[in-house]
């Protein structure tokens, strides 16, 4: 039997519309999951108006720490998930990402009750760019693949942990200050975390693929694209809510 | 709800007191769009390099990438120059021309602003009103507002503080229990709109001439001089005689820093 997975959403002010959504999406299309985990800074909570968030959607809302820098600040919060949830398994996606066919989280991101990480060996991403670089400044060695595809990406809570240790044992500071302390173009939450599963836990994962992947369910629009307002007026007409 | 509502749920809302060179570059690009580049160059800019001004800003991010020159557009600035005395003296909100209406955008960041002032426990807010000025005068009389004692002159006119505390003056605009979010949708009762309408419009007609470089007019002027440390040493005119100017042989020669004293002539700053 797979553990119970929570949907973990980051979100704030600007992605409301996309927030909507996402989660109108994934009432329509997903099933397997918990309940669904949002969580923002207060300073975007006194700007949701409720409306984003349909009844049925199982969601809970939280607040997270408040951060001067919220491109940084939201990696920041993703790299504590576990702190806001007390599923075993965390599926992230962001506010921008749209099911489009019905899916299975278990199904999907799970074999045998193990999590599947999902990697491209042929990547567009060089290995010198920024994201891929923070994994070898953190972990002292790269990874031999690029971890960074199309969410949702799913970890087991146990992970974020062993994470933040890992910080403080290798670097002397916590995982906090380390992350808020790189560029924003040489930071990737998820790539730490697939160094964390690749260099310490290896066997605990299902190390698949992506390569050659199609019809993924979940496709990543761009929130901040000058076609947003176009995409989610279109996207709005397919869901029937508001534009 | 506002027209402006989708278009402020863009607007990023913060409070700073210490400006980067990318909120520098925007600030100036503000002015300039608008039609006021003097107020950057010859006193916003001089003045960020102290640590007297609070700007509570509304600003729209570059799509991608989110930092760097140019990565910042400034839709509205609301300033407070923190004086002596623990006195934020107000510059009224200033916003781009594109949202000359835009009032849910115009309070929120006075919201913002005078929350921050509050939870800096400054003394209080205050504008500089042209005497006689009864309609400035009353519409911030209505926003709790009340006739101080510091007067700065121009060549052209006197000018009267107006100050409150920041609570105060959240509470009779009604922005202390609202939430931001209703704020920038204005989904407000028609009397908390013609309150806040009137303090805005009022106070922003009120401060144009002085943005167009047309002081003489100006039926308000920005809050940025620090009126108490900018008083002469000795006291002005009726007020306190200052020091006492030391006798022949008793102290340096020529006039002590205190020695000026009251003098027959107006000051362009009394108190």
Known sequence: ?????????????????????????????????????????????????????????????????????????????????????????????????????????????????????????????????????????????????????????????????????ECCDRHGVTLDQWVLSRRIDAMSEFGLMAGQAWFKRRDDFYWVSADDEVGWPCFQYWSRSPKATEMQAELSRVFGRRS | MTNYAPINESIRLWVTTTVSPETRSALATFCRRNGFSHLFFEILDPLLSGNDLVLALATTDRPWPPKGIGSQTIDA??????????????????????????????????????ETLRDRKASSAAYLVRQGDRVLERVLERAGFARAD???????????????????????????????GDVLALTLDGRELDRLSAYHFALAAGIVPYLSDSIRFAALLPGLIDLIASLPPGGVPPGTPGPEIPGPGEGPQGPSPGGLGPGPGPSPVER
């Open chain 1, 1 to 165: 039997m797979v553990p119970a997975i929570d949907i973990f959403i980051r979100t704030y002010f600007r992605d409301f519309r996309w927030l909507e959504l996402s989660l109108l999406s994934i009432i329509k299309f997903v099933e397997g999951f918990r309940r669904i985990i949002i969580v923002m800074p207060p300073s975007s909570l006194e700007r949701l108006r409720g409306s984003e968030i349909p009844a049925s959607a199982q969601a809970v809302v939280l607040t997270c720490q408040e951060y001067s820098d919220d491109y940084i600040g939201q990696q920041v919060t993703k790299l504590s998930a576990d702190l806001f949830t007390d599923a075993p398994l965390i599926a992230h996606i962001d506010s921008d990402c749209i099911f489009r066919v019905p899916c299975s989280l278990p199904a999907l991101l799970t074999k045998n009750g193990r999590p599947i990480i999902r990697i491209l060996r042929r990547s567009r991403r060089p290995a010198g760019d920024g994201w891929r670089r923070c994994i070898a400044d953190f972990h002292s060695e790269p990874l031999p693949f690029d971890p960074l595809v199309s969410l949702p990406i799913i970890y087991p809570s146990s992970l974020y942990r062993e994470l933040r240790t």
């Open chain 2, 77 to 114: 600035v609301g300033i407070a120059m923190i004086g002596s005395e623990g006195r934020g003296l107000l510059t009224p909100v200033l916003a781009d021309r594109k949202h000359s209406t835009n009032l849910g955008l115009a309070a929120a960041v006075t919201k913002q602003l005078l």
């Open chain 2, 150 to 180: 510091l007067h700065v002159a121009t060549e052209y006119a006197e000018y009267v503080e107006y100050s409150a505390a920041p609570e105060k003056v959240l509470e009779a605009l009604g922005l202390q229990a609202m939430r931001i």
